[in-house]
C-alpha cells in the first residue's frame, strides 16, 4: 500500500536582535584572521582567485598559504596536481611549527597532492624549497623537481621534517638536498622512487632518515657527522645504497634493509659489474664513533657487503672480526615483496624474513611508526631476536598479523545536544602491537573537506537536525591502497526548541525588517537572513517559528514561506481582497541561512512576521498530547472585554519545567475587528499579533508561547467583546524529550488530485479519514511521535471544523480549521501520531471539501 509523507512540526518563541536580518559578507573576502585560525586550505580543484583559505574557501595553491601561515598552524592541502615551486620563507618555534600537510587518499580522481613546475631539462625550480628557516613540517608531498634542480632543497634550516614525501622518477642523484649547515632535519617515512635518491651535504649536523624506501637510489652523506640512518629498505639494482663520505664521523646505520642485486626481488641475481653495488660505504675520515649494525644484506650482487675506510669486505663474519661492527648484521635474502600503490610504492616483507622482530628497538632514530603509519608488531611465530622490545622489523615496514575491522553504523549519542553522533570503527588484532593500527578516511555530511584519523570511534556534533550521513573508507597503508566506493550511513537528527517572547522582525507597512515601506508586489519575493538568535549562529539553527500575516490585500492569493534556495508549491496564509489573515509557519533554515516570503497573487499585500522560537542543538524537548480544551469563554468566564487581557492557568494539565506551549487558539463571535495576542504570563503585551480578526468571524490560529509559573496571557487588543477558545496539544521542557526535524515545506496532499498517493483523491464528507504517515526522509530512522503540517481546507459545500488527532485516540472537543462555505482557510497543526503511525482527519461538516496538506517537520524520540 502506498502510504502519504507527513513531517513533523512544532511550536517555539525566537529571539534576534534587530529583526532577521545580517549584515551582507564581502563579495571577496581577505584571509582570515591570521590569529584567529588554527588551520588554511588549499584545494586547486574547488578554489577561487579571492578564496580567503577556510574550508569553504580554500586557497588555489600552495604558495597562497604559504605566505600567510603562522607557527602552530597547519595549511591542508587537497588532493591536486599544483603546478608551482613553493618558497617557504616563514619559521614556527620548537613547540609550534609550521605544517604543510597533504590529505592524501580517496575523494578524487587522483589521490595525491602532486608539487612541481615540471617544465623539462631546461627548468631550475625545487617543488619546495626552505631557506633559513626552521621548525617546518612537510607531510606527505609527491614533489617533482625541475631540470637540475631538487625536488625538495632545504638550505641552512634547522629542526625540519620531511614525513611521508614522495620524489619523482629523477635523473639525478638527489631528489632531495639538505646543505648549508642546516641541522636537527628529519627525513621520515618517505618514499624516493628510481632515479632519486638523498644528499645530505657538507656542514650538516645531526640529520635523520628513518622508515624510508629508496627504489634504485640511495643515500649520499658528505662531510654531514652525526647522521643517523636508521631502519630505512633500500633497493638499488646494482649501485651503492649508503655512501658515507668525507669526514662524516659518528654516523649511525642501524635495522636497514639493503637489496643491492638485480632481478626480481624473491631471486636476485648477481650484477653486471658487482664492485658498484656495495650495501654500505664508509670514508677513511668517517669510521670515528659510527656504527653498522642490526643490518640486513642481501648478498646475491656479488659485491662487496660493506666498505670500511680502504677495505671491502664480501664476507659478514670477516667484516665483523676485523671492525667489530656489524655483530647483528644479517647477510640473506630478505624477501622483499613490492607494491605498486597510488604513485607511492612500498616493500613489505614475507612472513619468512629474517627482518621480522630481529630489529634494535633501542637505536636513536627509531621511527614511532612504519613507513605505513603502523605500529611495530610481534610475530608470535617468530623468536624474538631485537633489542627493548625485542619485536622491532628491519627496514621501513612493518610486517603485520591478520586483522578485524569492525565498522557499525552511525548512532545518534544521548549526550550534551541532540545532534550529537558517534561512528563507531575498532580493530581487533590477532599479533601483538605497541600503537594503534590503521586509518580511517571519514567525511561527515556537513563537512567539505575530508579527515584522515587513527582508526577507531569518533563523536561529531551536526549544526543542523535533518537527515545526515557519514561515509568512510579504511586503510591498513596509509591508503596507498583502499577499496573504491567508501561505507556510508545516514541517520535523522532532531532539534530542540527555544521559545522567546514574539518579536515583530518583519513588517512592510513600516520598513520593519528592512523592506521599504511598501506592499510587496504581485509573485515578488522579501527575504529575511537570520541573525544570530540568543547568541546562537544562523549556522546552529536549524529552523525557526514565524507568525506570518497577510493584511490589505488586493486581491484574493497566498503567501508562501520556504527556506531561500527550496521553492515551493506550498502555501502558509490564504486570502482574499482586503482581509487581514494570520497563520503559524515553521520553516528550515539551509544553507543560505535566509527566510523567503513569496507573494502569489495577481495584487499587492502587505506582510507582517513576528518571531516565536527556534529550533537548535541545545533547548527543551516536545511532549504531543492529543488535543483538550483548555479554555472556551463560551461556557466559562465570560467573554473578553474591549482591551483586556487574562491569564489562562495550566498548571494543572502540564508538568512542572515546561517551558512553552503549543495552543491551538480560536477567536469566535467577536463584536468588532481586532487582534489576539498570546504572550508570557506576567510581561508586557508585545508589539506582536497571533490572531487578527473581523467582527462575527470565526478564526483560530496556532500558537507557541512560553510558560511562566504555569501560566500564559491572552490580550484583545480590539475595542469590542470577544470569545476565546484554546486547546493545549503539547508542551516543550517539563521532562518533554522528543525533538524536531525540519522536513519541507512540501505538499504531501491534495484531494483535488494533484498530490499525494493513498490519500482520498475526492472531497472529505463528514466523517473521519485516517492517515497514513510514512518518513520519507529516513524509512528505516526513528518513528515519528508527532507531525508538523499546514491544513487547509478550499471549496467547501457548507461551513464546518476541521480536527486532527492521533489514530485510536478519541475524537476530541478540538479544532485546527474553522470555515464557511466557499472560502479556503488554513492553520498550522502538530499532530501526535498514533496507532500505525497514522493521524485522523475529522470534517465535522454537513457538506463536502477538498483537503490540502503541507509537510514542515516532525518530531522524534529523542537518542537514549
Given at each position: 500500500m502506498n502510504r502519504s509523507v507527513l513531517a513533523r512540526f512544532a511550536l517555539v518563541p525566537l529571539t534576534v536582535g534587530a529583526g532577521l536580518v545580517v549584515p551582507a559578507v564581502p563579495a571577496a573576502a581577505a584571509p582570515a584572521s591570521v590569529a584567529a585560525t588554527t588551520e588554511w586550505y588549499v584545494d586547486s580543484a574547488n578554489c577561487s582567485n579571492n578564496g580567503d583559505g577556510s574550508a569553504s574557501s580554500p586557497f588555489c595553491t600552495v604558495s597562497r598559504a604559504a605566505d600567510v601561515v603562522q607557527p602552530g598552524q597547519t595549511v591542508l592541502v587537497r588532493p591536486g596536481d599544483y603546478r608551482e615551486s613553493v618558497v617557504i620563507t616563514r619559521s614556527g618555534t620548537e613547540g609550534a611549527p609550521i605544517t604543510f600537510r597533504a590529505v592524501n587518499g580517496p575523494g578524487r580522481s587522483t589521490t595525491v597532492v602532486k608539487v612541481g613546475k615540471r617544465r623539462g631539462a631546461n627548468g631550475s625550480e625545487s617543488a619546495f624549497t626552505l631557506r633559513g628557516v626552521h621548525d617546518v613540517v612537510l607531510d606527505g608531498f609527491l614533489a617533482f623537481g625541475d631540470g637540475t634542480a631538487e625536488a625538495v632543497l632545504v638550505d641552512g634550516s634547522s629542526r625540519i621534517t620531511l614525513d611521508r614525501l614522495v620524489t619523482s622518477e629523477y635523473d639525478a642523484r638527489g631528489a632531495v638536498r639538505i646543505t648549508g649547515a642546516s641541522a636537527d632535519v628529519t627525513v621520515s617515512r618517505g618514499a624516493f622512487r628510481p632515479g632519486s635518491g638523498l644528499v645530505v651535504d657538507a656542514g650538516v649536523r645531526g640529520a635523520l632518515v628513518t622508515a624510508s624506501t629508496f627504489t634504485q637510489s640511495g643515500i649520499t652523506v658528505r662531510d654531514a657527522p652525526g647522521t643517523k640512518i636508521v631502519g630505512n629498505t633500500l633497493e638499488t639494482d646494482c649501485t651503492l645504497a649508503v655512501d658515507v663520505t668525507g669526514t662524516s664521523p659518528g654516523v649511525s646505520i642501524r635495522n636497514n634493509i639493503l637489496e643491492t642485486a638485480t632481478g626480481p626481488l624473491s631471486d636476485a641475481v648477481a650484477c653486471e659489474v658487482p664492485s658498484e653495488a656495495t650495501a654500505i660505504a664508509v670514508s677513511a675520515g668517517s669510521v670515528a664513533q659510527t656504527v653498522a649494525d642490526y643490518n640486513l644484506i642481501e648478498p646475491a650482487s656479488g659485491g662487496p657487503l660493506y666498505r670500511w675506510s680502504a677495505a671491502e669486505y664480501t664476507s659478514l663474519p670477516e667484516f665483523v672480526a676485523a671492525t667489530g661492527q656489524g655483530a647483528h648484521d644479517i647477510a640473506a635474502t630478505p624477501w622483499l615483496r613490492s607494491t605498486d600503490a597510488y604513485d607511492r610504492p612500498y616493500y613489505e616483507i614475507a612472513p619468512n624474513s629474517p627482518a621480522?622482530?630481529?630489529?634494535?628497538?633501542?637505536?636513536?632514530?627509531?621511527?614511532?611508526?612504519?613507513?605505513?603509519?603502523?605500529?611495530?608488531?610481534?610475530?608470535?611465530?617468530?623468536?624474538?631476536?631485537?633489542?627493548?622490545?625485542?619485536?622491532?622489523?628491519?627496514?621501513?615496514?612493518?610486517?603485520?598479523?591478520?586483522?578485524?575491522?569492525?565498522?557499525?553504523?552511525?548512532?545518534?549519542?544521548?549526550?550534551?545536544?541532540?545532534?550529537?553522533?558517534?561512528?563507531?570503527?575498532?580493530?581487533?588484532?590477532?599479533?601483538?602491537?605497541?600503537?594503534?593500527?590503521?586509518?580511517?578516511?571519514?567525511?561527515?555530511?556537513?563537512?567539505?573537506?575530508?579527515?584522515?584519523?587513527?582508526?577507531?570511534?569518533?563523536?561529531?556534533?551536526?549544526?543542523?537536525?535533518?537527515?545526515?550521513?557519514?561515509?568512510?573508507?579504511?586503510?591498513?597503508?596509509?591508503?596507498?591502497?583502499?577499496?573504491?566506493?567508501?561505507?556510508?550511513?545516514?541517520?535523522?537528527?532532531?532539534?530542540?526548541?527555544?521559545?522567546?517572547?514574539?518579536?515583530?522582525?518583519?513588517?512592510?507597512?513600516?520598513?520593519?525588517?528592512?523592506?521599504?515601506?511598501?506592499?510587496?508586489?504581485?509573485?515578488?519575493?522579501?527575504?529575511?537572513?537570520?541573525?544570530?538568535?540568543?547568541?546562537?549562529?544562523?549556522?546552529?539553527?536549524?529552523?525557526?517559528?514565524?507568525?506570518?500575516?497577510?493584511?490589505?490585500?488586493?486581491?484574493?492569493?497566498?503567501?508562501?514561506?520556504?527556506?531561500?534556495?527550496?521553492?515551493?508549491?506550498?502555501?502558509?496564509?490564504?486570502?482574499?481582497?482586503?482581509?487581514?489573515?494570520?497563520?503559524?509557519?515553521?520553516?528550515?533554515?539551509?544553507?543560505?541561512?535566509?527566510?523567503?516570503?513569496?507573494?502569489?497573487?495577481?495584487?499587492?499585500?502587505?506582510?507582517?512576521?513576528?518571531?516565536?522560537?527556534?529550533?537548535?542543538?541545545?533547548?527543551?524537548?516536545?511532549?504531543?498530547?492529543?488535543?483538550?480544551?483548555?479554555?472556551?469563554?463560551?461556557?466559562?468566564?465570560?467573554?473578553?472585554?474591549?482591551?483586556?487581557?487574562?491569564?489562562?492557568?495550566?498548571?494543572?494539565?502540564?508538568?512542572?519545567?515546561?517551558?512553552?506551549?503549543?495552543?491551538?487558539?480560536?477567536?469566535?463571535?467577536?463584536?468588532?475587528?481586532?487582534?489576539?495576542?498570546?504572550?508570557?504570563?506576567?510581561?508586557?503585551?508585545?508589539?506582536?499579533?497571533?490572531?487578527?480578526?473581523?467582527?462575527?468571524?470565526?478564526?483560530?490560529?496556532?500558537?507557541?508561547?512560553?510558560?511562566?509559573?504555569?501560566?500564559?496571557?491572552?490580550?484583545?487588543?480590539?475595542?469590542?467583546?470577544?470569545?476565546?477558545?484554546?486547546?493545549?496539544?503539547?508542551?516543550?521542557?517539563?521532562?518533554?524529550?522528543?525533538?524536531?526535524?525540519?522536513?519541507?515545506?512540501?505538499?504531501?496532499?491534495?484531494?483535488?488530485?494533484?498530490?499525494?498517493?493513498?490519500?482520498?483523491?475526492?472531497?472529505?464528507?463528514?466523517?473521519?479519514?485516517?492517515?497514513?504517515?510514512?518518513?520519507?526522509?529516513?524509512?528505516?530512522?526513528?518513528?515519528?511521535?508527532?507531525?508538523?503540517?499546514?491544513?487547509?481546507?478550499?471549496?467547501?459545500?457548507?461551513?464546518?471544523?476541521?480536527t486532527a488527532h492521533p489514530n485510536g485516540s478519541v475524537q476530541p472537543t478540538a479544532s485546527n480549521v474553522n470555515y464557511v462555505a466557499g472560502e479556503t482557510a488554513s492553520n498550522h497543526a502538530i499532530v501526535g501520531v498514533g496507532e500505525g503511525e497514522n493521524i485522523v482527519l475529522f470534517n465535522n461538516s454537513s457538506g463536502y471539501t477538498h483537503l490540502i496538506v503541507d509537510q514542515a517537520g516532525y518530531f522524534i524520540a529523542a537518542a537514549s
Open positions: 621480522v622482530d630481529s630489529a634494535d628497538a633501542t637505536a636513536e632514530g627509531v621511527s614511532r611508526t612504519d613507513l605505513l603509519d603502523n605500529p611495530h608488531t610481534d610475530d608470535p611465530a617468530k623468536t624474538n631476536t631485537g633489542t627493548g622490545s625485542g619485536y622491532h622489523d628491519r627496514g621501513a615496514v612493518e610486517a603485520q598479523g591478520p586483522v578485524t575491522v569492525k565498522e557499525l553504523p552511525i548512532r545518534r549519542k544521548a549526550g550534551d545536544t541532540h545532534l550529537d553522533v558517534t561512528a563507531e570503527l575498532s580493530i581487533t588484532t590477532a599479533w601483538t602491537t605497541d600503537g594503534p593500527l590503521g586509518k580511517v578516511s571519514r567525511n561527515w555530511s556537513d563537512e567539505s573537506n575530508r579527515r584522515v584519523l587513527p582508526l577507531g570511534s569518533e563523536d561529531h556534533r551536526f549544526p543542523r537536525a535533518g537527515r545526515v550521513c557519514e561515509a568512510h573508507q579504511v586503510s591498513l597503508n596509509d591508503f596507498r591502497q583502499f577499496r573504491e566506493t567508501p561505507t556510508t550511513t545516514c541517520l535523522v537528527l532532531g532539534a530542540a526548541y527555544t521559545p522567546v517572547s514574539p518579536k515583530r522582525v518583519l513588517d512592510t507597512r513600516a520598513g520593519i525588517g528592512g523592506y521599504p515601506t511598501v506592499p510587496i508586489p504581485p509573485n515578488q519575493a522579501v527575504t529575511l537572513p537570520i541573525n544570530p538568535l540568543n547568541g546562537v549562529p544562523e549556522k546552529d539553527v536549524s529552523a525557526v517559528v514565524l507568525n506570518v500575516t497577510a493584511t490589505q490585500p488586493t486581491s484574493a492569493g497566498f503567501l508562501q514561506v520556504y527556506p531561500e534556495g527550496e521553492p515551493t508549491n506550498s502555501s502558509s496564509v490564504n486570502f482574499v481582497a482586503g482581509e487581514t489573515v494570520p497563520n503559524l509557519a515553521t520553516v528550515a533554515v539551509l544553507k543560505t541561512s535566509a527566510v523567503v516570503i513569496v507573494n502569489k497573487s495577481s495584487g499587492t499585500v502587505h506582510v507582517v512576521a513576528d518571531l516565536q522560537g527556534y529550533y537548535s542543538a541545545s533547548g527543551s524537548g516536545f511532549r504531543s498530547v492529543a488535543p483538550s480544551r483548555v479554555l472556551d469563554t463560551r461556557s466559562v468566564g465570560g467573554s473578553f472585554a474591549p482591551n483586556t487581557g487574562r491569564a489562562v492557568d495550566l498548571s494543572g494539565r502540564i508538568p512542572s519545567g515546561v517551558t512553552a506551549v503549543v495552543l491551538n487558539v480560536t477567536v469566535t463571535e467577536p463584536t468588532t475587528s481586532g487582534v489576539l495576542t498570546v504572550h508570557p504570563y506576567g510581561t508586557a503585551v508585545p508589539t506582536a499579533s497571533n490572531l487578527n480578526f473581523v467582527a462575527g468571524q470565526t478564526i483560530p490560529n496556532l500558537v507557541m508561547v512560553p510558560v511562566v509559573n504555569g501560566k500564559v496571557s491572552i490580550q484583545n487588543v480590539s475595542s469590542g467583546r470577544t470569545h476565546v477558545v484554546a486547546d493545549l496539544s503539547g508542551w516543550f521542557g517539563g521532562g518533554a524529550t522528543d525533538v524536531f526535524v525540519p522536513y519541507g515545506p512540501r505538499r504531501i496532499h491534495d484531494s483535488r488530485g494533484a498530490a499525494g498517493e493513498g490519500w482520498p483523491q475526492a472531497p472529505f464528507t463528514s466523517s473521519g479519514v485516517p492517515v497514513s504517515y510514512l518518513d520519507s526522509l529516513n524509512k528505516t530512522g526513528p518513528v515519528p511521535t508527532a507531525v508538523v503540517a499546514n491544513l487547509t481546507v478550499t471549496a467547501p459545500t457548507r461551513a464546518g471544523v476541521l
